[in-house]
């Protein structure tokens, strides 16, 4: 157990390491990109973006989380599981490549139709690499991920400003994903020399497949609501307006796929692992859930108080109508990792018919906030504070069916979870109200902000006895002690 617990906080470090190396890089880069483009062209790949991600869930199909659970996976079952992924990858490609005029026609943007052919291309690149990040996985190998992720970030980041200085304009974007992919795709291929056998087992598929397919319409359901809002922004108002809300999202999921992706990803195999110990998953769970809280809520609110500051001074006036998007999303961010953990339940119980149940149920009270909000003429902003609401009615659904599968009940959670928010927002009401008191530019307001955000939140984390302040600590010295 005490190995299992030593991997586990190696895993969450490496993969919170490889997620803040991916989002840091991004962040930069986004930097970067943006003063160098106009909105209008992160509008155009804003456009696009939800069948992309659509088409990679389908690639997917579940079968990665199927993998992930079983305790014992033969080269066979990878080998099945990878051919699968890789014709489904094809096909999808040629889908979209044929596709493409009508989903220009939908925007009235002929520029959609090269784009769309072109970037679909990181469809079939990503199949290539889906089996050999699973192996990883598997093991809790995140460091080599890690590894990976920051090279080939770093990589296409600097290709990708660098064509943007030349006036390529939106196909930098472009040939920073694909660079990104295929260079991701060729380390992990290079490093886990793990080939695939001229084989493909029907049982195995069927095994597979029926664990996993409530997962990929889960999935699918999830992906098509969450990226609803590019072709409902894109349709109903200007490529420009969707550019500011695309880069509004990409700046506000730094730091809340930061904690959230690095907990899922670390939570599921350490936590399948422990699947028939009921108390000690309890207890490891309860633990998740607090320690990201302490660190998403505070990190989440901080970043909506000082954004106006932030986003003036590192990417400049134009982006000014992208201010109170990203304020509202980093507010709906926060929820971001109980949503994660509590589903990760139902996957370790093998309840993907659960999984799927619920998210037919949230995704039409989000599509119904949706509608009233374009109803009522409420602009991007009734939208964004529609998902919100959403994210929070979404939070009692998910963590209502944690009190039947580990008895850790929506009531408990928010027990644990009030003092750490309480602190968080005494935290950011007190460090918003410097604003009114100080009239300075943009980089001496956050040298203030900052410093005196995090001093609060450090102290009245004493003073609300909160026990993640000494359980980071230990995390710390374990990891120490562990020479990670």
């Given at each position: ?6 991997k586990?906080?190696?895993?969450m ?8 190396s ?19 062209d ?24 199927a993998?992930?659970?079983e ?7 990878y080998?099945?599981?990878f ?27 002929p520029?959609?139709?090269s ?5 679909s ?9 889906l089996?050999q ?33 030349l ?10 994903q694909i ?28 095994r ?6 409530k ?14 809002y ?15 809300f ?16 690095a907990?899922?990803?670390v ?19 309860r633990?998740?859930?607090r ?48 949503h ?9 119980k ?16 989000g ?5 009233v909000?374009l ?8 939208l ?26 929506t ?9 750490i ?10 460090t ?53």
């Amino acid at each position: 157990m005490s190995d299992l617990k030593t991997k586990a906080i190696k895993g969450m470090f490496w993969s919170f390491s490889e997620i803040v190396s991916l989002q840091g890089i991004n962040f930069v880069v986004q930097i970067f990109l943006a003063r160098l483009l106009m909105p209008e062209d992160f509008g155009l790949i804003g456009m696009i973006t939800i069948f992309i991600a659509v088409s990679q869930s389908l690639i997917d199909s579940g079968f990665t989380s199927a993998l992930i659970r079983e305790k014992n996976v033969t080269n066979t079952d990878y080998s099945t599981v990878f051919y699968f992924n890789l014709v489904v990858s094809v096909v999808i490609y040629f889908i979209l490549f044929f596709s493409s005029p009508l989903i220009s026609n939908f925007y009235n943007e002929p520029r959609l139709v090269s784009i769309i052919r072109i970037l679909s291309v990181v469809i079939v690149i990503n199949a290539f690499g889906l089996i050999q990040r699973t192996i990883l996985v598997r093991e809790i190998d995140f460091k080599t991920q890690t590894k990976i992720t920051f090279i080939s970030s770093v990589l296409s980041g600097i290709v990708a400003v660098i064509l943007a200085f030349l006036g390529f304009g939106v196909w930098c974007l472009v040939i920073r994903q694909i660079l990104m992919q295929l260079t991701q795709s060729l380390m992990l291929i290079i490093h886990n020399k793990w080939i695939p056998s001229l084989e493909f087992n029907v049982i195995s598929f069927k095994r597979f497949f029926g664990f996993g397919w409530k997962l990929l319409v889960s999935g699918l359901i999830d992906t098509l609501y969450t990226n609803i809002y590019y072709p409902v922004i894109g349709k109903f108002f200007s490529a420009t307006d969707l550019g500011f809300f695309t880069n509004a999202k990409k700046m506000a999921d730094i730091p809340a796929m930061a904690t959230s992706q690095a907990v899922q990803k670390v939570s599921y195999p350490v936590l399948s692992q422990i699947q028939d110990n009921e108390k000690s998953l309890k207890n490891s769970f309860r633990k998740a859930i607090r320690n990201t809280i302490f660190i998403t809520f505070p990190l989440m609110m901080g970043f909506a108080v000082i954004g106006e500051p932030l986003i003036k001074l590192l990417v400049g006036e134009k982006w000014v109508p992208s201010i109170p998007y990203f304020q509202i999303l980093c507010f709906t961010g926060m929820l971001y990792p109980l949503h994660a953990l509590n589903l990760n339940i139902l996957q370790v119980k093998g309840r993907s018919d659960l999984f799927l149940k619920l998210e037919i149920i949230k995704k039409i009270i989000g599509v119904i906030s949706i509608i009233v909000a374009l109803f009522f003429g409420l602009g991007i902003i009734g939208l964004l504070w529609a998902e919100f609401f959403t994210s929070i009615i979404s939070f009692f659904i998910n963590s209502f069916y944690s009190k039947k599968m580990i008895d850790y009940s929506t009531r408990d959670q928010i027990k644990d979870i009030s003092p750490i928010f309480f602190a968080s927002i005494i935290m950011a009401g007190i460090t918003y109200s410097v604003t009114f008191f100080l009239d300075l530019g943009n980089v001496f307001l956050l040298l203030i902000q900052i410093p005196v955000g995090i001093l609060l939140y450090i102290t009245l984390s004493y003073i609300f006895q909160i026990e993640e302040v000494k359980n980071i600590k230990s995390i710390l010295n374990l990891r120490s002690r562990s020479n990670i």
